[in-house]
C-alpha cells in the first residue's frame, strides 16, 4: 500500500472527531490524535475527548498516552505518531491524523527534522518568574510563526517554545523530509458560528462535569500549578477552585480564551494552501475528495 495519510484539521469545536470516525468507516481507517493536552490521561472532558461510545470501535491512537504530570513535546508526539502511521499502513488500513494541533500536523505532513536542544536549568528559572502574558509576547518577538501554534497561556511550552529560540541563538530553520503523501482536509466555520458553538460548548462541559472532574484529578494528586501550565479549561478551573475567581467572572474569561485560541488556529493553518476547505456539513463533497486521492 502506498504511504498515503489522511489529515483532518481545523479550529475547536469544528466537529473534526465527528467526521474523523464517518471517514474512517468508509475507507477503512485507524486514527491518530494530533492534540497536544487529549494526550493526557483523566483530561476528558475539559479537552473535549471522544468517547467510546463515539468512536464506534474505530481505533484511536495517541489519546491517555501519558500522565498529565509528565512532559510531552512535539518531538515525543512525531515519534510515536509516525510509528503508529507506520503499523496502521502495514495492516493496509488508512492512517488519519485528527487535530487542531498545528505544529504537531506539520510535523507529520513536512516530515520536520526537529531540534533536540537540551533544558536550560537557569534560564528556565529566570523565564519561570514571568507571566504567561509577558513570555507569550516575548515570543511573539523571538518566533511569530511559532506563536500562532501555541496556547497563548500555557506556560511550560511557552517556557519551552522560547527556550529553544534562545538556546539556538535564532529561530530554527527546519529541515522538512515528508515520508507520506498528505491530504489535508480543514473545517471551516465563519467567526460568528464558531463563537457561538465554543459558547454552547463550554456551557455544556459545564453540566457534564468539567469542575468535578478537576476536583478529582487534584485529589489524585494533580497541582493547581501544573493545571495553570496545561492551559485553557484547566488554568481557569484551578484558578476558580483556589477561589481566586467566581464561576462566573472563570466561564466569562474561558470563554474568550477559548475563542482567542481558535483564532490563532485558524491563523495558523490558513498559511498552508495546501489544505482543502470545507464546511462540516461537506461530506459527500469531503468523501468524493479522499476517494480521488486514495485512487491516484
Not at 510509528?83 to 516530515?111: A, M
Not at 529541515?175 to 466555520?189: D, F, W
Not at 462566573?248 to 474568550?256: A, Q, S, V
Amino acid at each position: 500500500m502506498s504511504k498515503k495519510i489522511l489529515i483532518i484539521l481545523g479550529p475547536t469545536t469544528s466537529g473534526k472527531s465527528d467526521l474523523a470516525v464517518k471517514i474512517a468507516k468508509e475507507f477503512n481507517g485507524e486514527i491518530i490524535s494530533a492534540d497536544s493536552r487529549q494526550v493526557y490521561k483523566g483530561l476528558d472532558i475539559g479537552t473535549g475527548k471522544i468517547t467510546k461510545d463515539e468512536m464506534e470501535n474505530v481505533p484511536h491512537y495517541l489519546l491517555d498516552a501519558v500522565r498529565p504530570s509528565e512532559k510531552f513535546d512535539v518531538i515525543q508526539f512525531k515519534k510515536l505518531a509516525e510509528e503508529k502511521v507506520n503499523e496502521i499502513l502495514e495492516r493496509e488500513k488508512l492512517p488519519i491524523v485528527v487535530g487542531g494541533t498545528g505544529f504537531y500536523i506539520q510535523s507529520i505532513v513536512d516530515g520536520l527534522v526537529l531540534p533536540e536542544v537540551p533544558p536550560d536549568e537557569e534560564l528556565r528559572t529566570k523565564l519561570e518568574g514571568k507571566s504567561a502574558e509577558e513570555l507569550y509576547k516575548e515570543l511573539q518577538k523571538l518566533d511569530p510563526n511559532r506563536s500562532l501554534s501555541i496556547q497563548s497561556d500555557n506556560k511550560r511550552r511557552l517556557i519551552r517554545a522560547v527556550e529553544i529560540v534562545k538556546t539556538l541563538g535564532k529561530v530554527p530553520d527546519l529541515e522538512k523530509k515528508p515520508k507520506y503523501e498528505t491530504l489535508q482536509i480543514g473545517l471551516n466555520l465563519d467567526d460568528g458560528e464558531l463563537k457561538e458553538r465554543i459558547k454552547n460548548r463550554l456551557l455544556e462541559r459545564m453540566e457534564k462535569g468539567m469542575i468535578e472532574e478537576v476536583e478529582k484529578l487534584n485529589k489524585e494528586g494533580l497541582s493547581f500549578e501544573r493545571m495553570i501550565n496545561l492551559g485553557l479549561e484547566y488554568k481557569y478551573l484551578a484558578y476558580f477552585l483556589k477561589g481566586e475567581m467566581d464561576k462566573k467572572e472563570m466561564i466569562e474569561k474561558l470563554n474568550i480564551a477559548i475563542r482567542q485560541y481558535a483564532k490563532r488556529q485558524k491563523t495558523w493553518f490558513k498559511r498552508d494552501e495546501r489544505i482543502k476547505w470545507f464546511r462540516p456539513e461537506e461530506n459527500k463533497r469531503i468523501l468524493e475528495l479522499i476517494q480521488v486521492f486514495l485512487n491516484s
